[in-house]
């Protein structure tokens, strides 16, 4: 009896000391407000920090993708004046140098290989083959494969090498763009590099290359003649 009397007085005392005890949160939260008040000043400066930091990415996103637009839109003006300008016709000295200095300009995203690009179809106008290589050189490494300037790059770069008689390079060109699988493109390639393996007496390659474009694109075929052509390279060979 007396032993059961001192457990339950036990008891007692310890659910006495359990309510007296603090609670867990509110002496968290105590020490954190002590520790806040005590660094308030470093506190405040991390949070400074970090808002200007916030401010400062927001605004050079909002002035590089403005000064992108407008690059943008000065390449889609001379666009225009590329296209009213014959082939025989002199292109506006403005409008060369302003493709120029778009090519020098920081800041303006894709709209910088554009410019490399326009420079390359003007120079392949002009006869200067050896400059619209390092155009469309330039062009294609401002962009990615899954790019279109990538693509419409490498086929100029592959026109350009063509007509300077560099065979080899410009089946290279072609190559690339049939192991990237560029939709939109593939006609062309296969014919290019038909051309290039024809001028340099690889039958075999320029058969393989225009027989595809007989089986795959039949519209190109019958409109530049292919399977015609196929026919004259088998001849040859045999």
Not at 29 to 43: K, M, N
Not at 148 to 164: D, K, R
Not at 226 to 237: C, F
Request: without cysteine; neutral net charge.
């Amino acid at each position: 009896m007396a032993a059961s009397e001192q457990r339950s007085r036990s008891r007692s005392r310890l659910s006495r000391k359990e309510l007296k005890a603090p609670d867990e949160f509110l002496t968290l939260t105590g020490r954190a407000l002590s520790f806040a008040g005590q660094h308030l000043r470093a506190i405040s400066l991390i949070v400074g920090l970090v808002v200007a930091g916030i401010v400062l990415v927001w605004g050079t996103l909002a002035y590089l993708r403005g000064l992108e637009q407008g690059a943008l839109a000065t390449l889609s003006q001379i666009e225009a004046q590329l296209r009213r300008t014959g082939d025989g016709q002199e292109v506006p000295a403005t409008a060369v140098e302003q493709l120029r200095q778009l090519t020098q300009q920081w800041g303006v995203g894709e709209a910088r290989g554009y410019a490399w690009l326009y420079l390359g179809h003007l120079h392949y106008r002009q006869g200067d083959h050896t400059a619209a290589v390092t155009a469309y050189q330039q062009a294609q490494a401002a962009a990615r494969p899954a790019r279109l300037l990538w693509p419409l790059a490498t086929l100029g770069l592959g026109y350009a090498l063509e007509a300077s008689g560099e065979w080899h390079r410009a089946q290279e060109a072609y190559q690339h763009l049939i192991d990237t699988q560029q939709a939109g493109f593939l006609a062309e390639a296969y014919l290019g590099k038909g051309r290039t393996a024809e001028r340099t007496n690889d039958l075999d390659t320029a058969i393989a290359a225009y027989s595809t474009v007989v089986e795959r694109y039949p519209a190109y075929a019958q409109t530049f003649g292919v399977a015609d052509k196929v026919e004259a390279l088998q001849a040859r060979r045999d």
